[in-house]
């Protein structure tokens, strides 16, 4: 008799504990889906707010992070959103998409020589993907646009300089020209 009384009482919990175990895998995919909703929309507080709960059911969703760390860089939390790219590639390491965001972030930053050894990693891990090669090429010309600037800088000075000579000479005034200063 004993017997016909728990086999019941288990039954039930059993089917309750799978119930909230269904019920809580529904809710990430709902969350997650929600959240990606939002971002298209432009609502990335919310949407944000949307990923924070679904880390709280799992906090080793990687794409959670990443998608969170759109919104944040959407709002220009620049250093959230890096915060968040850096997370999701601990958990997943070879995760393309967020070196390549993490490289627009860092670019954001000024930090060019970070956002160009994060697009040469996303590259050597996924080198058929064509828009890393021109994020690289934009990012590398932000990098070398101030040296490009000082240098011009640079050259015109001495052109000028040696205009100055030229025009000295031509006049007949040698002067201290060609004397150690």
Do not use: C
Not at 130 to 151: E, K, Q
Request: aromatic letters at 18%; hydrophobic letters at 45%; proline letters at 2%.
């Amino acid at each position: 008799m004993a017997k016909r009384i728990w086999f019941p009482i288990f039954l039930s919990i059993l089917v309750f504990l799978t119930a909230e175990k269904a019920q809580a895998q529904y809710d990430k995919q709902q969350f997650f889906y929600r959240g990606q909703h939002l971002l298209f929309e432009g609502r990335y507080q919310q949407a944000i707010d949307n990923f924070n709960k679904l880390i709280q059911l799992d906090p080793n969703l990687h794409e959670a992070y990443f998608f969170r760390g759109i919104g944040k860089y959407n709002l220009g939390d620049f250093l959230g959103a890096r915060a968040d790219f850096d997370k999701a590639l601990t958990i997943h390491p070879i995760f393309t998409l967020a070196y390549h965001y993490r490289a627009i972030t860092n670019s954001r930053l000024g930090d060019y020589e970070k956002a160009l050894a994060d697009l040469q990693e996303a590259i050597d891990l996924r080198p058929g993907y064509n828009g890393l090669y021109f994020s690289r090429m934009h990012f590398a010309d932000r990098f070398f646009h101030g040296f490009f600037v000082v240098l011009q800088a640079s050259f015109r000075e001495q052109a000028q300089h040696s205009g100055k000579a030229l025009r000295r000479v031509a006049r007949g005034d040698h002067g201290d020209l060609f004397h150690a200063h």
